[in-house]
């Protein structure tokens, strides 16, 4: 690999670092060590923090201009270097070389959209009720952020926290996941090519997430917490930033339900599933957890798709026929396992798939009549498993779907467009996918409701999470 860009270092103000203790990194799809990273310790990370509160004293007078004109330089590395940044992120996550790619371009839209929106971070004057004053807002920059990302998008999750706090006028610490650190280790090179003044951004690796974590969480320089992983991790980091009044955005777990109506076009409906199942071999917030299809249409939705899972190449990322990677760890191979198995033991039948194949990898599955009081109904799978439950109303789908305590993503298909609107309203979720399989757009407000989080990541919203309203009240 490119070694100007496979780095196994830290990156903190504005030096790469090792260190001799290191903990590895493996290759989820060959189950071999891919390299190593230095296993920093909690006074590595202060350390940063306080970097990055140094940095923050000049970085937030840059002109907004400077400060987008750097990320859009960073954007253009990321174009230029795209290849080399999905031939790491397959290596470290297991994802499709094809789907690393488009991972790269996702990752990278968050950069050119925020290196845009950036400059629009407008305030506003607001009428005097008395006449005697001047009244207006500004915004800026809340200060040091700690961000904290997960291993299923290991550069998109980075650059939709790291991108709109630049532009903002924040210095980050980024906490990347100790499965996937290269990735984020490459973003910090591009920052340096991109001319990104030191201390503005550092990269601590760690196999301590619980000390890191809390260290992120509850220094007094830390402004604002940005997290996206576990609804478990995320109430953890919540409490603790309780504790200095951080702002603080989480990005959770899902459980998204997937409807199909009777009046649905089912070949789309079968097509937006294995869109919104299968990225990332069904590791990803926003998969598809729960079917829920129309009895009318049951036999026909389940027999079509039932075709199209059979279908998936399953294997090593790096060979260009793979649509399904391995699982990250063998933790994520056991829950997967878990379920289909108590969804079988409660009444369920496998269509196709199903089968551990060798290491990590496992067959695409579809279970049918899967009875509601499934394990499955309730706790996010995180792997390729399809689980279809039967419906008769629109009533009863509503209730279902909106039956976990989280919204995430949700989804369903109708042609009836008077169905669309009174669905879309009733469905718990932060996202609703309709007649579509897939609804991530740096452009869009990404985030949960529920036990799915709070805070918006993308488009205008994003940015605002990065920033602070002052009011100016001027005596006249
Ligand atoms: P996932 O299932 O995606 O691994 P986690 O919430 O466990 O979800 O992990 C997401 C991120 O949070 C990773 O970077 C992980 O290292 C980090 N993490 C895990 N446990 C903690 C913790 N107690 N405090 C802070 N971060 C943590």
Redesign the pocket.
């Known amino acids: 690999m490119d070694n100007t860009f496979f780095i196994e270092k830290a990156y903190i103000n504005g030096t790469f670092i090792s260190r001799e203790r290191t903990f590895d990194i493996i290759n989820p799809a060959n189950l071999e060590k891919l390299g190593t990273m230095p296993d920093l310790t909690v006074a590595d990370c202060k350390a940063a923090i306080a970097a990055a509160d140094e940095a923050w004293k000049s970085w937030r007078s840059v002109p907004v201009g400077e400060r987008c004109a750097i990320v859009r330089k960073m954007f253009e590395l990321i174009q230029v270097h795209r290849e080399t940044l999905a031939e790491i992120m397959t290596k470290e996550c297991g994802k499709p070389y094809t789907e690393s790619l488009g991972e790269v371009e996702y990752a990278n839209s968050f950069m050119e959209w925020f290196a845009e929106e950036g400059k629009r971070a407008y305030g506003e004057t607001i009428p005097s009720l008395k006449g005697n004053t001047h009244l207006a807002t500004v915004k800026q920059g809340v200060g040091v952020v700690a961000a904290?990302?997960?291993?299923?998008f290991p550069l998109a999750m980075v650059t939709r926290k790291v991108a709109p706090a630049l532009v903002a006028g924040c210095t980050v610490v980024l906490?990347?996941?100790?499965?996937t650190p290269f990735s984020a280790v490459a973003l910090a090179k591009i920052a340096e090519l991109a001319g990104l003044p030191k201390g503005v951004l550092h990269v601590v690796t760690s196999k301590d997430?619980?000390g890191?974590?809390?260290e992120?969480?509850t220094n007094p320089l830390v402004r604002k917490i940005s997290?996206?992983?576990?609804t478990?991790?995320?109430k953890?980091?919540m409490e603790q930033a309780a504790s200095t009044i951080k702002r603080v955005s989480m990005e959770l777990g899902g459980n998204a339900p997937f409807i199909v109506f009777a009046d649905a076009d089912i070949d789309k409906a079968v097509e937006g599933a294995i869109a919104g199942k299968f990225r990332n071999a069904g590791q990803t917030c926003v998969a598809v957890n729960r079917f829920y299809i129309q009895e009318e249409v049951y036999e026909q939705f389940t027999e079509k798709l039932t075709q199209a899972v059979a279908k998936l190449q399953v294997g090593d990322g790096m060979d260009e026929e793979t649509q399904i990677g391995p699982l990250i760890n063998q933790k994520g191979l056991d829950k997967v396992q878990e379920h289909i198995v108590d969804a079988v033991s409660k009444g369920a039948k496998i269509t196709t798939g199903g089968k551990a194949l060798e290491k990590l990898f496992f067959a695409p599955i579809v279970l049918r009549d899967v009875p509601t009081k499934a394990l499955i109904a309730e706790e996010e799978t995180?792997g390729p498993v399809c689980a279809l439950f039967k419906f008769k109303t629109e009533e009863e789908a509503i209730g279902l779907a909106n039956q976990t305590p989280y919204g995430l993503a949700a989804y369903f298909y109708s042609e009836n467009i008077r169905r669309c609107h009174r669905v879309s309203e009733k469905l718990e979720a932060g996202m609703i996918g309709i007649n579509t399989g897939m609804l991530s757009n740096a452009s869009a407000p990404f985030g949960g409701v529920k036990l799915s989080g709070i805070g918006r990541e993308g488009s205008h919203y994003g940015l605002d999470e990065y920033l602070e309203v002052k009011y100016l009240c001027f005596g006249i």
Do not use: D, H
């Open positions: 904290i990302t997960p291993w299923n906490k990347p996941a100790s499965q997430s619980k890191f974590g809390e992120l969480a997290f996206t992983g576990s478990e991790v995320g953890t980091l995180f």
